[in-house]
């Protein structure tokens, strides 16, 4: 699993490594039952604190994408279908909205928006 972590980034450095862990089961990199590498491991591969890997750990575990083991580690779980399936259409409203935002700032009704949206549909 490899994990970049940028320092002067304004997200904390824990929200980093749950999103792109996030990323990594959304995208089939980690599979159901994938132990995460142990707290101090990645703590010391990122060069963070140990109390930083396990907050992320521990948001993932609450968000249902990992099952934490004590004296086991954690491993990805199948949240699975339904939580990432929400994400995934969270970030397809995401990229919905702003192609929007950006054909009404190039001066674009909501019909012509509607309809360029139906021809690209239809090539679908």
Do not use: W
Request: some cysteine; charged content about 25%.
């Amino acid at each position: 699993m490899k994990l970049i972590i940028n320092n002067s980034s304004m997200q904390p450095i824990y929200e980093q490594i749950v999103s792109q862990i996030k990323k990594s089961i959304m995208q089939g990199e980690l599979q159901e039952g994938a132990m995460l590498p142990s707290v101090r491991t990645l703590a010391k591969e990122l060069k963070v604190s140990a109390l930083t890997v396990k907050k992320a750990y521990d948001a993932l575990d609450a968000e249902g994408f990992v099952v934490t083991v004590h004296g086991k580690g954690s491993f990805v779980t199948l949240v699975g279908q339904e939580l990432m399936l929400e994400e995934k259409k969270k970030e397809v409203e995401a990229d919905l909205e702003m192609a929007i935002r950006k054909g009404k700032s190039c001066g674009m009704s909501c019909r012509e928006i509607t309809e360029l949206f139906q021809i690209i549909l239809e090539d679908q």
